[in-house]
């Protein structure tokens, strides 16, 4: 007999606004027939899994806070597909959380990263493609004039405050609350392991809120180094928000006033939703920048990118990791910036985004759900009316899997180049399913 995957029927966690969220996990009461849940390999590598890893698997990947439905470990990925270790294919609305911009297993990154592999990949300094790469960076984005390089998201914006600190020699960085900027103990959403003394000169404010932003900016006094943004409100489980203009302005504004640093965090949104830099569009430039995620559809990179006059903090600080000159995923990254450009990713992902919202939203009204789908066409996030305890929201993400559609219940989606209206269509037929377990199970609202 195969053995069974253990799960709680309910875990009490912390997301990253600080509340208390409760999830159910074993939401069998809406009898949707799972295509991954009674599969074996799944089961029996999350059960040597739960041996041999703390908890079983870590991190936000790990799905035990999702439902039983979910698969925990992949076999492969293509385009805009996944399939699990079980042979269940899914189309990937999590695009792996982000990384994945072009497509799984995009062939043209892919050429250049075994091109680079041919040749060497961790050697004893970088490759040429480093200064290739910091070139295009520099040429693409408008607000970057120099770039370091680093691995995960949580490097680039630590050393984004490092360098700040280093410049300014003051100490206070404000950012918004609730907001997710890495698992570094200066800004990790669950304070285990941490000390109070890690968040000592960390402030914090509404996000889009001046006046909350001005008391915070008061409260620093003098020694404000920074404020670090993201391009808009993305908290876990909860609306997104997108930035007030008339709000980064207004940041921008005192931190030129008060000789602060305005950084901006990319790491999330980079190359979705802008290719010079999120904010360029608002005609709001950053300081310095943090990014990762899309940079290297997949391939581990991060960058901090930042302007003329902060480049002699920059050379001072000490940043530096085993891995951080690896040639590889900057072949890939510089591959994936020129693909991004030349097939305007860009407006593929928004097309996309923008037939998935309408079909969304359609089916909604039609199944009488009163939902809120918020954010940018290309990061969207999808509540229901009422749902304080995502049961609604999980029922949806588990019919919507058993239908072949991978999306996060409580984390926002991501739209990919490699999703065509075919792509899309697919993932609206799940949806519709989802929607319609949702209705059967918890009525109309
Ligand atoms: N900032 C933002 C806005 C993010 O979304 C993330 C990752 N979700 C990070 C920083 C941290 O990136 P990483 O997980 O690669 O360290």
Known sequence: MRPKRVFPTRVEAVDHGGRAK??????????????????????????????????????????????????????????AFITDVDGNEYVDLMCSWGPVVLGHRDPVVNQAVHAQMERGDCLDGPGPV???????????????????FG???TDATTACMTIARAHTSRSVVLVARGVYHGAAPWCSPIPAGTLPSDRAAMGYFDYNDQADFDRAVDAAGGDLAAVMLTPFRHVEGQDQELVDVDFARHVRTRCDELDALLVVDDVRCGFRLAYGGSWEPLGVPADLSAWSKAIANGYPLAAVTGREFLRDAASTVFLTGSFWMNATPMAAALATIRRLGEIDGLSLMRRAGSRLREGIQAQAADHGLTVAYTGPDVMPYLTFAGDDDYARMTCFAEAALA?????????????????DDDVVDRALHGTETAFAAVRKHFGGS
């Open 403 to 419: 239908a072949g559609v991978y999306l996060h219940p409580r984390h926002n989606w991501f739209m990919s180049c490699a999703m």
């Open 130 to 148: 480093l200064v290739d790469l910091a070139e295009t960076l520099v040429e693409v984005i408008s607000d970057a004039d120099w770039i370091l």
């Open 22 to 79: 409760a999830a159910h996990l074993n939401p069998k009461e809406w009898d949707v027939t799972s295509v991954a849940a009674a599969n074996g390999i799944d089961v029996e590598l999350s059960r040597r899994a739960a041996k041999v890893v703390p908890g079983g698997m870590y991190g936000h990947q790990a799905v035990r806070n999702m439902s039983s439905a979910y698969p925990q470990f992949f076999a492969a990925g293509e385009g």
């Open 151 to 153: 691995k995960n998201g």
